[in-house]
């Protein structure tokens, strides 16, 4: 039976609907047949949000500097920032939200966005990224050797011992994280990340914002080539550029938002290769199909299926869709890049759909001013990931039945709990 959108009485859809992790896919065909943005209800809010589906209407949206993620900075005043009262109702003091939204890259709009993202945007470069292949391939054969290890049973769950791993430890050399505290900001992001369903972040997050504290004053006494080094330069040289709230969020967030993404990117990626054993062998016999596989996983398994909660900072017609001030809006990705109108036969996994050496027409990552900074680094991660995964463990199995995978039961997130396979 094809899913179909949960609606209640008055017809806005449930985005906590078992169904939006069971085939999260039928439910954004069935979406991107109705009048586009389609009304929905966001579990811990009271309000209604507005969906946008469809591929020119998400893009559109995105780079509409007229949506805002910050209401304060809306003119006139008197919109409320749900995601402020939200991350309150799961536990969280407003002084602690602001960690999380007021001094967040990902919450801010114009000028200071901008002032943020050229802060840490060098980090992030092609050329740098570049640089980080072989100590990226480096990490990925360790931890693929240690896997028979981690077995039980000649079981091993890829979540714990593969995916998680290796994008932590990347983003955390990186920033400047020591090696002994890697796995606990590992730890730290899948409680947040469940805990947003759960409530109880407190602990977590005091966590999370006492050793970056910790970090930092590590890094001004002892400086090095890392970038909490270079953001303390900058926060210490030119106060103006970044307050010392700005400095503990954007560690925090590069490290969370560096490694969660691209953990189940890796994961939901090597679920759909087992599934679908024809593209496997495409890439098998083609490893340097790589990049464009990793884009098509991108597309069709992506782990984040909404963006962030913006703002219509007035009226507006975007796209052919009514806006009001105030409105809530979150753009479909998931929706965005199942779209026929955009993508031919979209629910088909083809690994050479996207053709070599442009950028991504897919929304995976975003689109607009807020596209993810650490999209090249993410990228590179999975295609070195899915590539020497299956080079290394040829005869790779699912341990368990589809019907025994766990999803988490997260808003506009598709990750599962653990991915239990054979290794051959």
């Known amino acids: 039976m094809t899913a179909t959108a949960d609606t209640g009485a008055s017809g806005a859809v449930n985005l906590a609907d078992p169904r939006m992790q069971s085939d999260p896919h039928a439910v954004f065909t069935e979406l991107l047949e109705r009048e586009q943005p389609v009304r929905a209800r ?11 589906c469809g591929y020119e209407g998400v893009r559109a949206v995105l780079s509409d500097r007229r949506f805002v993620n910050d209401p304060d900075s809306i003119a006139g005043g008197g919109v409320q920032n749900v995601r402020v009262k939200r991350l309150m109702s799961l536990g969280l003091t407003r002084d602690q939200a602001r960690y999380l939204v007021d001094a967040s890259i990902l919450d801010m709009d114009g000028d200071d966005h901008t002032r943020m993202r050229k802060l840490v945007s060098r980090a992030f470069t092609v050329k740098r990224v570049n640089a980080l292949r072989p100590r990226v ?12 290890g981690r077995a039980e049973d000649g079981v091993v769950d890829l979540v714990e011992h593969f995916s998680y791993p290796l994008p932590i430890t990347v983003i955390c050399e990186l920033v400047g994280v020591p090696e002994g505290q890697r796995m606990q900001w590992g730890d730290w992001g899948r409680r947040l990340i469940q805990a947003a369903a759960t409530g109880g972040q407190l602990d977590a997050l005091e966590g999370i914002v006492a050793h970056t504290r910790e970090l930092i004053e590590q890094r001004r006494a002892t400086p090095a080539e890392d970038l909490v080094t270079a953001l303390i330069r900058a926060h210490d040289e030119d106060g103006d550029r970044l307050s010392d709230i700005e400095l503990v969020s954007i560690v925090l967030t590069l490290i969370l938002a560096g490694h969660e993404t691209t953990a189940h990117l890796i994961t939901n990626g090597t679920l759909a290769l087992l599934d679908h054993p024809d593209q496997l062998r495409l890439l098998k016999e083609d490893p340097d199909i790589g990049p464009r596989a990793t884009h098509e996983l991108m597309r069709r398994h992506g782990p984040v299926q909404g963006t962030r909660m913006r703002y219509a900072s007035e009226d507006m017609e975007v796209a052919g869709m009514r806006f009001t001030r105030g409105d809530v809006v979150i753009a479909l990705l998931g929706g965005a890049n199942t779209d026929p109108d955009a993508f031919a036969d979209p629910g088909r996994l083809d690994l050479a759909r996207e053709p070599a050496g442009r950028r991504e027409s897919h929304v995976g990552f975003g689109h607009g001013i807020h596209y993810c900074l650490g999209a090249a680094l993410a990228r590179q991660e999975g295609e070195v990931a899915f590539t020497r995964l299956f080079e290394r463990y040829p005869d790779l199995s699912l341990a368990v039945g589809h019907d025994e995978l766990e999803r988490e039961p997260l808003p506009m997130f598709w990750r599962l709990r653990s991915l239990p396979v054979r290794l051959g």
């Open 42 to 52: 966001f579990p811990g809010l009271e309000d209604e949000v507005m969906l946008v």
């Open 137 to 148: 391939e480096e990490i990925t054969d360790r931890l693929l050797d240690e896997l028979p």
